[in-house]
């Protein structure tokens, strides 16, 4: 059984800093491709960021270059994303995701399992 989880999600005043963590467990600790995405209400779930477990390649969404950064804990089996200067933009449900494929790939589509999401909420 596939397991992500997501913690460190919270409400943050604009400019300030939240960082979300991802434990994965079981099969999904054995896929290659971490994934962040994120939905706000009304608005389809987006690509975040995304990371190889292998060599820590990244790949980021244009919306968040230079503000977030993605990491791992390969023997904690964790992912990070790292939110600097948060925006009200930001408010979303963020979720943790993985893939089997070798590519840091941006679809939804494209990644077979998924967490229950942390809500993260950027205050003006």
């Known amino acids: 059984q596939a397991q992500l989880v997501e913690s460190g999600g919270g409400l943050v005043q604009a400019g300030g800093s939240l960082r979300l963590s991802c434990a994965a467990s079981?099969?999904?600790?054995?896929?290659?491709?971490m994934g962040w995405f994120r939905q706000a209400p009304g608005k389809e779930r987006s690509f975040v960021a995304a990371?190889?477990?292998?060599?820590?390649?990244?790949r980021y969404g244009d919306s968040v270059k230079g503000r977030f950064a993605i990491s791992r804990d390969n023997a904690k089996s964790t992912v990070y994303l790292q939110m600097n200067s948060l925006r009200p933009e930001d408010t979303a449900v963020y979720y943790c995701?993985?893939?089997?494929?070798?590519?840091?790939?941006?679809?939804?589509?494209?990644?077979?399992?998924w967490g229950q999401g942390t809500q993260v909420t950027v205050s003006s």
């Open positions: 079981g099969r999904a600790s054995n896929k290659y491709i």
């Open positions: 990371i190889s477990w292998s060599d820590g390649s990244t």
């Open positions: 995701a993985a893939r089997s494929g070798t590519f840091l790939r941006v679809g939804v589509y494209e990644y077979d399992s």
